[in-house]
């Protein structure tokens, strides 16, 4: 489904005129409609949807302490952040305390790189050395990025009646409808009950999920297993 489709449906929902239509539409309810589902979409999009994890690596210089963020980025996942050459973990974010205190005592060594963001750079605590120069560093991260061009290029706003969504189409109309209908002061009470079940279910089934047992810390089928009988045999 594209932004046009979305508004569209979503209008046919709570029964307003459907626009022929979106970008550039000067009608009052089609630019309503266009906010609303930015800001539907924009809220959507600060869960760890599947979707919208990607990862970022980049390439330490010597002398170089700061390192430019990725398009789109919104937030690291915890600790995803390594350093490929040597497989150790990057120790972030450091806090402000943290911070000060290993600048104020430059003996503190380490054998992981510390590092944290700040004014939206990846900065590390310690000089990069030549012994560091040219080794990879991967994390993994959220992207704010739930819109595509027709090209499949990654958007933040949209730009085209024609621009595809990330996030999953049905549960961006279903908010859609309910944040219309709330803002024009319609019953909108039912729709965000039956909303929030779905977007619950979505988040739940994301990805997958880990089992969760209770008597063993791993899968009976990893590892070596204890007979239940014939133990002399």
Known sequence: MTLLTIVQDAAIEVGFPSPITVIGNTDQAALQMTRLLMREG??????EWQSLKKEHTFTLVAG???????????????????????????QEPLTSEEWQYLKGWSTVGSLNLRARIRND??????????????KTIAFEYMSSQWIESATGTAQSAFLADTDVTILDEELLTQGLAWRFKKAKGLDWKEDFIEYTSTVNKAKARDGGSRMLRLGRSKPAYLGANTPEGNYGS
Request: hydrophobic share 35%; net charge neutral.
């Open 42 to 47: 924009d809220t959507l999009a600060r869960h």
């Open 64 to 90: 170089t302490q700061t390192y430019a963020l990725p398009t789109g980025f919104r937030f690291i996942i915890p600790q995803s952040s390594w350093n490929r050459d040597n497989k150790r973990a990057i």
């Open 121 to 134: 750079l990846y900065e590390f605590e310690q000089t990069i050395t030549a012994a560091d120069n040219g």
